[in-house]
C-alpha cells in the first residue's frame, strides 16, 4: 500500500454489525463501484453490560462466519483491506481472538493469503490506578471522580481506541485488520485518514456509514459506499433500489449522539454545523462544510463492567379483568406480599436482595413517563429478582411463585388463576452486570494503550 494522499477514497460498510448479514451482491457492486477498503463495526455496548462483563460475543458464530467469508473473499478478490472494529461485540481481548481464530479458518478453507493484525484494547486495573493517581483520568457527566476500588470491581476493561492504532498496523502491512473496542466512525475513518483524507469529510462520512444501510430508505437491503475527497464525500447505497436523500443522510447525525451538530473522537471533535446536504440524483448525496478540531489532549474512553448480583427472573400474565381494572393496585400489593413472605420464609431483609416488578403490555418500558389510558385487556409480570448469589435469588422467585400465579386484589373473595409463561417459573439468569465508568484517560500517544500483533503470512495451497 502506498502512502501518497489519493483523489477520493472509497469506504466500504457493509451492514450494521458482522454478523447482522447482508445480501452478498451488494459487496459484489460495492467493489464494481471502485470500493478502497471494507470496514465494519463488530460491537456496540447497546445491548447492555453483560457482553462486556462476561466477555462473551452476542452474534452466533455462524452468523459472523458467514459474513466474514463474503468479505474476506471480496478483500482478497479486489485486494483491499478489510477492517474490523469492537470484534466479539465488546472489543475484549478473547473477542480479538474468537473473531480471529473464525478468520484463520476460514482463510485455510478459503486458501486465502492475508495478513492479520490483531488490536488488543482490554485494560488492567492495576495501571489504570497508576494514571489515575497522576491526576490524568476524568470523569465524563453524570459520573464523578473514578474511585480505585471502582476499576478493581471490574471484570473487564476496555479503552475505546481512535483511528491510530488501526493506522499503525495497515502501515505495517495488515490486510485484515482485527480491532478490539474502537469508536464506531474510527473503524471507517482510519484508511482515508491514512490515505490523506480531509478529517472533516473523513470523521462525518464514517459517522454516517458506521450502521450500513440505516441512512438509506431501505435499511434492510445493505450497506452503502462512501467515496470521500478534499471537499467533502458522496454516499450511495449498494443495493440499486435503495436510495440516500438529504434528509436520510443528516438524520444520522441525531442517532447516539448529545448533540447533532458535534461528536468528540479520542483526538478532537467532529463539527457539522455549517455542512449541507445536496441531492446529486435520486439516491446519491454530496456533504460538504464538515470540519474537524483537533484536541489539545488525546483521550480514550474507558468502559468497564463489574457484577451486581445474580439474577432470577419469573414471567406471568394477567387476563383477568378485575385485576387489570385495579392493576397498579394489585402489583403494589404482588411486591408488599412478596417482601413479606420473603422475610417470613428466608428471613432476608430488602437489604440482602432486590426484586423488580415490570407490568409489560402496560408501563413496563415507560413507566410514569407515559400514563396508561384505562384498562389493557393483557398484561405480562415480570418479577427480577437480584441477590448476591443464584441460589438466594431463585428462592425469593420461588417464594414470589404462588403470589404471581394467584393473588386476588384486596376486594377479591376468591382466588384467581393466572399463567406463567414456562416450567418451571423461575428462569436463572446468571451474573447481572452493570456498567460503572463513564472516563477519559489521557493518552501518551494515541497507540499507547493498545498492543498490536502481526501475525505472518501463511500460504494456503
Known amino acids: 500500500m502506498h502512502n501518497r494522499p489519493d483523489d477520493s477514497i472509497r ?40 457482553y462486556l462483563g462476561a ?8 452468523a459472523v462466519a458467514r ?14 483491506p478489510l477492517i474490523v472494529g469492537s470484534c466479539g461485540t465488546s472489543g475484549t ?71 491510530e492504532p488501526i493506522v499503525a498496523a495497515l502501515e505495517a502491512g495488515a490486510r485484515v485488520v482485527l480491532a478490539g473496542r474502537a469508536t464506531d466512525t474510527a473503524v471507517a475513518a482510519a484508511y482515508p485518514l491514512m490515505k490523506g483524507m480531509p478529517a472533516g469529510p473523513t470523521w462525518h462520512a464514517s459517522k454516517i456509514v ?23 464525500f458522496t454516499i450511495e447505497p449498494l443495493d440499486p433500489d435503495a436510495a440516500c436523500t438529504p434528509i436520510l443522510v443528516a438524520a444520522h447525525m441525531l442517532y447516539e449522539t448529545a448533540n447533532p451538530f458535534r461528536m468528540r473522537e479520542p483526538d478532537g471533535t467532529l463539527d457539522v454545523q455549517d455542512a449541507t446536504y445536496t441531492a446529486l440524483d435520486d439516491r446519491t448525496v454530496r456533504v460538504e462544510g464538515s470540519r474537524f478540531h483537533v484536541a489539545d489532549q488525546h483521550t480514550v474512553k474507558l468502559e468497564g463492567a463489574r457484577i451486581t448480583g445474580y439474577e432470577t427472573m419469573s414471567f406471568s ?34 437489604d440482602e436482595y432486590a426484586f423488580d416488578v415490570r407490568l409489560y403490555g402496560y408501563d ?24 448476591p448469589d443464584q441460589e438466594t435469588a431463585t428462592a425469593v422467585a420461588k417464594v414470589a411463585n404462588p403470589l404471581m400465579l394467584h393473588l386476588p386484589t384486596a376486594d377479591m373473595n376468591h382466588l384467581p388463576s393466572l399463567a406463567f409463561a414456562t416450567s418451571p417459573a423461575e428462569v ?6 452493570e456498567f460503572v465508568l463513564n472516563h477519559v484517560v489521557d493518552s501518551i500517544t494515541p497507540t499507547d494503550m493498545f498492543r498490536i500483533e502481526i501475525e505472518e503470512s501463511v500460504h494456503h495451497g
Not at 16 to 22: I, R, T
Not at 23 to 48: C, H
Not at 99 to 122: C, K, N, W
Not at 366 to 382: D, H, I, N, T
Open 317 to 350: 400474565a394477567v387476563r383477568d379483568p378485575h385485576i387489570l381494572a385495579r392493576i397498579e393496585e394489585w402489583a403494589d400489593l404482588l411486591r408488599l406480599m412478596t417482601g413479606r413472605r420473603v422475610e417470613q420464609t428466608l428471613g432476608l431483609g430488602p
Open 67 to 80: 459474513d466474514l467469508r463474503i468479505l474476506l473473499r471480496a478483500a482478497a478478490r479486489a485486494d483491499i
Open 93 to 163: 481481548d478473547s473477542g480479538v481472538d474468537w473473531v480471529a481464530g473464525i478468520t484463520a479458518e476460514i482463510l485455510a478453507e478459503e486458501g486465502l493469503d492475508l495478513r492479520v493484525a490483531r488490536i488488543y484494547s482490554e485494560q488492567q486495573a492495576g495501571a489504570l490506578k497508576e494514571r489515575l493517581e497522576s491526576g490524568h483520568i476524568h470523569p465524563l457527566p453524570p459520573l464523578g471522580d473514578l474511585q480505585p476500588g471502582t476499576l478493581e470491581s471490574c471484570t473487564h476493561i476496555v479503552g475505546m481506541m481512535g483511528h
Open 55 to 62: 466477555s462473551q460475543p452476542k452474534t452466533t458464530r455462524a
Open 364 to 387: 413496563a418500558v415507560l413507566q410514569s413517563r407515559e400514563p396508561a389510558q384505562g384498562p389493557p385487556r393483557e398484561v405480562g409480570v415480570m418479577l427480577l429478582v437480584n441477590a
Open 428 to 433: 436463572e439468569r446468571g451474573p447481572a452486570y
Open 11 to 50: 469506504v466500504l460498510a457493509p451492514t450494521g454489525m458482522l454478523g447482522a448479514g447482508f445480501p452478498e451482491a451488494t459487496i459484489d457492486r460495492g467493489l464494481e463501484l471502485g470500493a478502497d477498503v471494507i470496514s465494519v463495526d463488530g460491537g456496540s455496548t447497546d445491548s447492555g453490560p453483560y
Open 210 to 232: 458506521e450502521c450500513g444501510g440505516q441512512c438509506t430508505s431501505n435499511p434492510r437491503s445493505g450497506g452503502v459506499l462512501a467515496t470521500i475527497d478534499a471537499g467533502g
